[in-house]
C-alpha cells in the first residue's frame, strides 16, 4: 500500500492501518518505513475485535484483515487473511474501489 498510495489518494481514499503494537513502537516502525497514510496503536485489541479480526499466536499473531469502508460507513470489502501474507492484490482493491 506504501508503494501505491498516490493511487489511492487520487481515488480519494484515506487508508487507516491497526496494529497491535505500543504508540511509541507503532510510531518509530512508522518513520523508519516511511509510510505515508496514517497507523494507530490499537491496545487490547479492541478495533480489531470489533471487526472480528483474528488473532493466531502459532502464526504470528493478529492476522492481516482488509476492509473497504464507504463514505456511509458501510463496509464495502472484507477480506480475512489466513496467514501473515494472505492479502488481496493492490489491482484487485483498486476494482472495488473504482466500482464505489
Known amino acids: 500500500m506504501r508503494d501505491n498510495y498516490q493511487e489511492f489518494v487520487k481515488r480519494g481514499v484515506e487508508i487507516l492501518v491497526l496494529g497491535p503494537d505500543g504508540p511509541r513502537a507503532f510510531e518509530r ?3 523508519e ?4 497514510f496514517t497507523g494507530c496503536a490499537d491496545i487490547g485489541s479492541k478495533v480489531a475485535d ?3 479480526q483474528e488473532v493466531n499466536i502459532l502464526k504470528l499473531g ?3 484483515a482488509e476492509l473497504i469502508i464507504d463514505r456511509t460507513k458501510i463496509i464495502r470489502y472484507l ?6 501474507s494472505d492479502i488481496p492484490q493492490i489491482q484487485q482493491l483498486f476494482e472495488v474501489i473504482d466500482a464505489l
Open 33 to 36: 518505513e516511511k509510510i505515508p
Open 29 to 31: 516502525y512508522w518513520e
Open 62 to 64: 493478529r492476522m492481516p
Open 79 to 84: 477480506h480475512y487473511g489466513e496467514s501473515m
Open 50 to 52: 470489533t471487526y472480528q
